[in-house]
């Protein structure tokens, strides 16, 4: 009998990921070489999983009117700062046009959670760009059920909600009004309704340390995510965070091996926070187990004024310069684009009931 795809990463790395003492040690030197051994075990694991392809995920970012008041975000109800926006429906099909004549097979479509978009109006954007071909991700928070009900059954393949942090006390001091529990919670309604889902966390939070990362690689775990975004905590001056110190590259590509050890099919990106604060950091989480990038199609006229963080990448680039740049970045690696969905293999699996490699 074959392993368990969640038992693949054990055959992988020299380290026990149950083994909570070593795994804290581990990640209390980062830029050691056993974490480099990590490193490379977990680059060796996606070859084997996932592949050498790169999955491609055009952002759209169609919103930055948040409700919300979370200490870390430049997006937050609380900045006055921030030149507020909203894409028409036309503009955001627009957008997924010219991904998709850019050889883009999925979009994501992300905000802050504006309830000016109502249900019916997001439904009917995800059938006109599913009318295009290509698949579609969300990415716009906290709503009722029956409304990522409807946006399943709309087309939706994929639904993205970082946890961001799996300490309960820490999570509600980041996210005013806000819970983990409910965060988790409607988590696992995505699941059920049969969403890729794809949660993850940040990296150098004020307040985190060693086992908040361990408690945030176990939630991901329990969870099953088919998705695990991970990035450094990058502090906005026009938060309350501003004057704290951010996350580094080391450690974050750290849990993204950890992550891929964990959940050996994972689609993991190399986020573009990694490349905001390193001029090579999407390559590194691409040699520690990543397997994604999220190129930017948001019109550029719109893109300085989505700033989760300051110093974001590729605000004044050309979708074209975009995607012909990361493409370059991919193969100078020894990658390839992917010219496919990209979808989670677990998550295939599941629906058609075909066997995944080393399962």
């Known amino acids: ?24 040690r581990l990640l209390a030197n980062p830029g050691g070489e056993e974490a ?120 939706a393949e994929r639904y993205l909600m970082r946890h961001e942090t799996a300490d309960p006390a820490l999570y509600q001091r980041l996210h005013p009004g806000q819970s983990l529990e409910q965060r988790v919670a409607l988590l696992k309604i995505l699941k059920q309704l049969d969403y890729q889902v794809g949660t993850g966390f940040m990296v150098g939070l004020p307040g985190q340390d060693s086992r908040t990362l361990y408690a945030d690689l176990e939630l991901a775990l329990a969870l099953n995510a088919e998705m695990v975004g991970i990035g450094p905590f990058i502090p906005h001056p026009d938060t309350p965070l501003g004057r704290e110190a951010g996350g580094t590259v080391e450690l974050t590509c750290l849990m993204v091996a950890l992550t891929r050890l964990a959940l050996p099919y994972a689609l993991i990106p190399a986020t573009t ?3 905001s604060i390193d001029p090579f950091g999407r390559e590194a989480a691409l040699q520690a187990g990543a397997n994604v990038v999220m190129p930017n199609l948001t019109p550029r006229k719109y893109r ?10 590729c605000l004044g680039e050309e979708a074209a310069d975009c995607r012909g740049c990361i493409s370059k970045r991919i193969e100078s690696l020894g990658r390839r684009v992917a010219d496919d969905p990209g979808h989670n293999l ?12 080393g399962s």
């Open 36 to 155: 480099r051994q990590v490193l490379a075990d977990a680059d060796r694991l996606r070859s084997r999983t996932v592949g050498d392809k790169v999955h491609l995920r055009g952002l759209i970012e169609f919103s930055n009117y948040c409700r919300n008041n979370c200490l870390y975000c430049g997006l937050r109800r609380g900045n006055r700062k921030v030149a507020r926006y909203r894409m028409t429906p036309e503009e955001i099909i627009a957008a997924a046009e010219h991904g998709a004549s850019l050889g883009y097979r999925t979009v994501v479509l992300q905000s802050g959670e504006d309830p000016a978009y109502t249900a019916e109006t997001i439904a009917a954007v995800i059938r006109d760009i599913k009318g295009l071909g290509l698949v579609v991700t969300l990415s716009i928070g906290e709503r009722e059920p029956w409304e990522y009900e409807l946006w399943r059954k709309a087309g």
């Open 273 to 275: 926070a990694l490349g």
């Open 304 to 313: 300085p004024d989505y700033q989760i963080y300051p110093n974001k990448i």
């Open 346 to 357: 677990l998550w295939l699996q599941r629906r058609v009931g075909s066997p995944v490699a």
């Open 1 to 24: 009998m074959g392993k368990s795809p969640n038992d693949l990463g054990a055959s992988y790395s020299r380290i026990d990921l149950n083994d909570q003492n070593r795994i804290l």
